[in-house]
């Protein structure tokens, strides 16, 4: 049996999809393989070949036909690679297969985006849900192989040692029995719970405060933290590669016309993104779906961007969010303002799309209200705010109040919250008309002037 290297750099890959000739895929193949080839970078791995094999349905020993196997075989003493790299999850049967013949380590995109995670996780939280995610996915392949794989791996969540696909929960995990890693996987769950529920409670407060939130949700790559970045400073690093981001970052900002809310950037999606990473990131994820506004952020400059959207609109379906209200930004036009095919420039500060190239136009067909915006040259962004202060502005409701000066903080939380168009004094107190986010009318209900009207 081959042998882990404990060198990353030394890890070559060699990557296998394939197409299910009778089951319709949006994604061609190629273009999996493309994302899979990125997903093995951001990972460490250096990719030196790839093979696609077209079946009416995958074979259940090896996923790939035996002739494939056989190929494959051939390509690895030609190449001289270590990993080999499937685009789909495999059964644990069919792994185990395919690692005793060919002789190798077999890693699928599941584990290789399990890898990515431990990698890039940096906060507590983070670091439980990313190892929960893995003990899931390795409870039912706890063999005797993984667990001499894993031995020499001993590496802890995000550790560095043993390469792709074997990091993360090391060696005291991995070395016991079935038993005891589900005996893990409970602890970690109760842990998770009192972490969800502390964010239960923080929404709540942030609710009662009246304090309007934006989720940044978006495919990975698509420029959401460069976003949050240019609109509040929020120094949340911004990378060229696939989740880089996995833990939220919220800030406040004000928005032009004076509304005050909170915009949280969090973890992005992928296509094929593991069931139990989202079970993992349960509590991560329901900021998502409480939020107030879906901002939607598409790399438009991608090829797959039509594909791309539709994977985050699945997803968040999946979350149940997909009823909240979104606002769609068509990012990085930067890239392409130059190339005269995309139809776009800039006009004031906004820009415009004049007869769009194809894939422009279907993104705006599908989104007729997208903003086009470049996070990184800070355009458009102007009229991204202004669409979302809208959208927040629809759900407020029109009211005149008489505050009387003993609750003075009963204006400013109307100034800060609200939107005065009027304030008069009188002997009572100050005379208000203007607007209220919904959920904070109640607050203001002892103070109706009467005069409300809708
Ligand atoms: N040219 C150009 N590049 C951009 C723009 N916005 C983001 N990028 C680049 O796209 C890459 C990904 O940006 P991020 O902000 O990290 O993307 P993200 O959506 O937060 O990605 P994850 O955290 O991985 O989900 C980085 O290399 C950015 O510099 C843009 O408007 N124009
Ligand atoms: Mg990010």
Redesign the pocket.
């Given at each position: 049996m081959q042998l882990l290297d404990s060198d990353l750099s030394q890890e070559r890959a060699f990557l296998v999809g394939v197409e299910l000739k009778r089951q319709y895929n949006p994604w061609r193949i190629e273009d999996s393989l493309e994302e899979l080839g990125r997903l093995a970078n951001t990972a460490g791995l250096e990719v030196v070949g790839q093979e696609i094999q077209r079946l009416d349905s995958p074979t259940p020993a090896t996923y790939i036909g035996s002739g494939k196997v056989k190929e494959l075989k051939l390509f690895k003493r030609d190449l001289d690679f270590n990993v080999l790299l499937f685009d789909d999850e495999l059964s644990p049967r069919q792994q185990r297969n395919l690692e005793e013949e060919v002789d190798i380590k077999v890693v699928d995109r599941t584990a290789l985006i399990l890898d990515i995670f431990g990698q890039h996780a940096h906060t507590k939280e983070g670091q439980l849900q990313v190892e929960l995610a893995q003990l899931e996915y390795r409870l039912p392949r706890l063999t005797r192989m993984w667990t001499h794989l894993a031995r020499q791996a001993g590496g802890r969540a995000g550790g560095a040692q043993g390469g792709v696909g074997v990091r993360g929960p090391g060696e005291t995990q991995l070395e016991v029995d079935r038993r005891e890693v589900g005996r893990r996987i409970a602890r970690l769950k109760d842990e998770l719970e009192s972490v969800r529920q502390h964010r239960q409670m923080y929404r709540k407060q942030r609710k009662r405060a009246g304090i309007p939130t934006v989720s940044l949700v978006?495919y990975?790559?698509?420029?959401?933290?460069?976003l949050l970045n240019s609109l509040t400073e929020a120094d949340v690093p911004?990378?060229?590669?696939?989740?880089?981001?996995l833990d939220p970052t919220t800030r406040r900002f004000e928005l032009p016309g004076g509304t005050a809310c909170l915009f949280t950037?969090t973890?992005?999606f992928i296509h094929k993104l593991p069931t139990q990473l989202v079970a993992a990131f349960r509590a991560t994820l329901e900021e998502i779906t409480e939020s107030d506004i879906l901002l939607h952020?598409v790399d438009i400059t991608h090829s797959n961007a039509f594909e791309q959207a539709d994977e985050v609109e699945m997803v968040l379906e999946e979350l149940g969010a997909n009823e909240r209200p979104m606002v769609v930004a068509l990012?990085?036009v930067?890239?392409v303002l130059d190339e005269k095919n995309y139809g776009l420039e800039i006009d004031n500060e906004k820009i415009i799309a004049f007869e769009a190239s194809e894939p422009v136009q279907l993104l705006l067909d599908r989104y007729p209200d997208a903003v086009l915006i470049?996070?990184?040259?800070g355009i458009g962004l102007k009229g991204l705010l202004e669409q979302i202060e809208g959208v927040l502005i629809q759900d407020m409701v029109e009211v005149d109040v008489l505050i009387p000066y003993r609750a003075g903080e009963m204006v400013n939380l109307f100034h800060t919250r609200g939107r005065v168009e009027e304030e008069n004094y009188n002997e009572h107190g100050t005379l208000i008309h203007g607007k209220l986010p919904t959920r904070l009318v109640g607050y203001f209900e002892p103070y109706f002037d009467g005069l409300a009207s809708e």
């Open positions: 978006g990975t790559n698509a420029g959401k933290s460069t911004v990378a060229d590669q696939l989740f880089a981001t950037d973890v992005g952020i990012n990085k930067d890239k470049s996070a990184t040259w």
